[in-house]
């Protein structure tokens, strides 16, 4: 991830979709800040908006909302996670079983329907 200012305050989310392919640019952390610099022997003081941002192109379609649901899922997706890593941060993150969990919940209720089916 990379830290970049800017003038204006950037959107968090940014989706640029063309040729079935879906270009995201992320921006968490988004605060406003002074910086100062020296210009002939005289400081400047200037506000700028400040950001960490990362960019995934993405191989199918997606629409603004989708990505914004599941914000911190795709900036783990674009950082390089695995994906059932994200999934599960973003199950976590959403107060919700991972992957794992899910699995042996599904898993259970399957037995005890075989068994049922089986026994009567």
């Known amino acids: 991830m990379r830290k970049e200012s800017y003038l204006s305050q950037p959107r968090a989310v940014e989706v640029h979709t063309f040729d079935g392919v879906t270009d995201l640019i ?3 952390d988004i605060k406003q800040v002074e910086k100062e610099e020296f210009q002939d022997e005289e400081k400047r003081t200037y506000t700028v908006w400040e950001c960490e941002e990362v960019q995934y192109r993405h191989k199918g379609e997606l629409k603004k909302e989708e990505v914004e649901s599941k914000f911190d899922y795709w900036v783990a997706i674009a950082e390089g996670k ?13 107060s919700e ?15 005890e329907l075989a068994e049922v089916m089986c026994n009567g």
């Open 97 to 111: 079983p991972s992957v794992a969990e899910r699995l042996d919940a599904l898993e259970s209720g399957l037995a």
């Open 26 to 28: 992320l921006r968490k």
């Open 82 to 94: 695995k994906e059932i890593d994200a999934i599960n941060d973003q199950a976590k993150a959403d």
